[in-house]
């Protein structure tokens, strides 16, 4: 199945964020490869609509923060389907409002694994073999916690917050390297069933999606989202973007108030 | 000449980022207005180049400092070739290191006229009319110092970090009235012939591009970086970026040394 | 009058945090000068206090933006008591929220003034001298919209966001040459009845007072944020402070909502 | 040996920073207990100094990551000297810098243990008693890969920069209920044989020593550090600082270069 276009990893392909943008990049001419960590229904569902629009895509069912889990992903990914050119860092623990009281030492730790762990592991095993290949793209979904805590946030602030640092400190080795690091702050509510539907719970869900979405534009669509991080890979090295931040027209920004 | 395009009005339009934005919004299916402050031969033959591309644009020589001058560039645009739905402003006033004895009340003066008030004078005058008709984008180009003074930098850093606190205050109150604001921090040298060119002289200005640029993309080529501003514009508004970076891969970021 | 204990001029010298701080210095063994726009009897009970109080004072009324005027008052200070080691910047020009309909070109530019224009001027007249003296201290009153432009906040985040850049390039080329410049943010309320009072009006000041001052410290008291002036600018060089930020204990951060 | 005096914990008690702020405590008023991984020698000479000085103290070798041990130390510390009032959390895991691949994932884990799990057990077991007994305060001493990832920073950034979140989420959370977290962010070297003097080694500390500290002031002197620390502690609740960065004036700050 080595094919010959680009491949474009997505880590975290629900239907949200991951899974539109890995539609957008097989859309675009690149075999798209989705890992979850649940769902083999809503996965196959994905990659289907993804061949029935004529792109091309595989999936794995995985968990992230087992031992040597993306490790083997990468490998098997790079020996069925060629060499990674992108990988869509989609990953994070949002565990919603918990105060430190809530907060347990093992749920510090888990979002620390899924968030941050995660995407360095990632880059140890692939970014030598992007630069020895001569370059790619590390995007990296991320969210408001990760440019301030807040109450109720020890956890994800924790870990989003210093995968931030992180980005930036892969950033400042691989960028000259040719790959090209692009850290996008989500600040805002996102049309996703699959994780804020999950968080929120089914009536909630509903009546966010009744009085922001529908039509209104109130919430993220992963859909649009999904063509930005499409050109932010397909910038030219001499104007990249390392970050930026999105949310809908009508939301306050996190620095506002 | 009223046309049926969508208007981009580009303040700023030199052989650099402001020509190349306007290229690119034109051959993208605007109608170009380019504004700059001298040089009608430079100004025409981008109007030029704009035509026998196929596109539709015409221009102004302005100071845009002078009273009531941007407000009449706009009247005389909205009146000549419809309304505005883009504003690129790409003004400002970087004069090279220049030491606080070295940098006259004057020169500060003007830094702030230039950069900042300018920036105010357009989003008085035109952001009521894109509220009414329903929406526009506002595009401004921003720099390093933006995001942190630097020794020498006091008139720069003070214009044009005040511009971007104004940016997110017009934001706040404008974002939820479908007007698209962002904020690019244009974190490195630029192929500027007309800006950086001038600021360095010929020798220091030849001796950057053999260093950098000439197929080295060492240098933000204006070219490239006008695809992101295209790019930016046509987001989605459920998916607004406000502020992003670009660099070339092979700089180091701001906030690195 | 000429004076052998260090001099420290308060630019903006009312009620609230000048005033304060003030009588902090004058405690500590400085002679303060106090200047002021207005209230010459407010003036005259501020210098009272400190005469009570064992310590040393004058004071001055002046408009900082009248051309020459806070030139006139450094020379004026340096020859009637002696060089001045320590400098409050304590002027601003918080207007209240007002949408842009509601901001004029005027206020704009009178909050420019004020707020960083004025800064400048100090810089370049006293800065200087402070070098060939050996040293200094700079301290200036911040407020929450240095650090983001909010709603209502046009006129006032571009000026005094624009001034929080012009001290860190005033840091970048004096900190070595041992001037310390101190960025101090004040991130809330304060009880400040010549500033906060006259923007609220009596009713509305008195009702802030009864809900979070009177005992709860629920605003920013000044006479204790003046120990934190004093203490910065007791700082050893080793160890200098450029930035802090401070806000009652029960006040949200301006990064959380 | 219950104290009537406020017992001040510092966690990571060398000869830098932690030791002198655990003198400047116990000089004024406070029992300090003193907590270091190794050397007992060292341990026993800085509570030997504090005696002798007239000061109150005791200490324990601990390794923090172990299990338990920090919330043991605490439990041990209240049992006998009394309510903790004041925690100086001055752990770090700076191991110089390192590449992607110099980095292995046991170190990674390990800085993350050390920086920011650590802290985030120090919250749960000890801040819900200080809100018990009406307040507290955490000073939490931090560097300058809490605020920017650098090259070889990779696993320094990312447990630093998330234990600053951390910090912010705490504060959003405890402040109103009178705890005072305070993040110093000691953005220069630091006159410390403990940890700077190990990193660098003998020769290459000494060398620095010559050419910065020994009268040049050109490094952090801990001593003078400490006195911020203790200041910020004493801060009335109607004006706290969160966040305050410190270095030498003859150091540029991390955003200048």
């Not at 979850?36 to 091309?56: K, P, Q, V, W, Y």
């Amino acid at each position: 199945m080595t094919t010959s276009k680009p491949v474009c990893l997505v880590l975290g392909a629900g239907a949200g964020i991951g899974g539109h943008v890995a539609k957008r990049f097989a859309s675009g001419g690149y075999h798209a490869v989705l890992a979850r960590r649940t769902d083999e229904a809503g996965l196959t569902r994905l990659i289907n609509d993804i061949h029935a629009a004529g792109g091309s895509a595989n999936g794995h069912i995985i968990n992230a923060v087992d031992d040597g889990a993306i490790e083997a992903l990468i490998d098997d990914t790079e020996a069925a389907c060629g060499p990674i050119d992108t990988v869509i860092f989609n990953l994070g623990a949002q565990i919603g409002n918990r105060s430190l009281q809530q907060t347990s030492l093992k749920a510090f730790e888990m979002g620390w694994r899924m968030t941050t762990l995660a995407l360095f592991r990632v880059a140890k095993h692939l970014l030598p073999r992007m630069v020895e290949r001569g370059g790619g793209n590390l995007l990296v979904t991320s969210a408001t916690s990760a440019m301030r805590g807040n109450a109720g946030q020890h956890s994800h602030a924790a870990a989003i917050g210093g995968r931030r640092m992180l980005c930036q400190s892969l950033n400042a080795e691989f960028a000259p390297q040719n790959i090209h690091v692009c850290h996008i702050v989500v600040d805002a509510a996102v049309e996703a069933p699959d994780t804020l539907g999950k968080l929120l719970g089914p009536e909630r869900y509903a009546a966010l999606l009744a009085e922001r979405a529908n039509g209104k534009d109130g919430m993220v669509i992963p859909e649009h989202l999904a063509e930005t991080y499409f050109q932010v890979a397909q910038q030219h090295r001499s104007a990249w973007t390392f970050e930026m931040d999105v949310r809908p027209y009508s939301d306050q920004a996190w620095w506002n108030t």
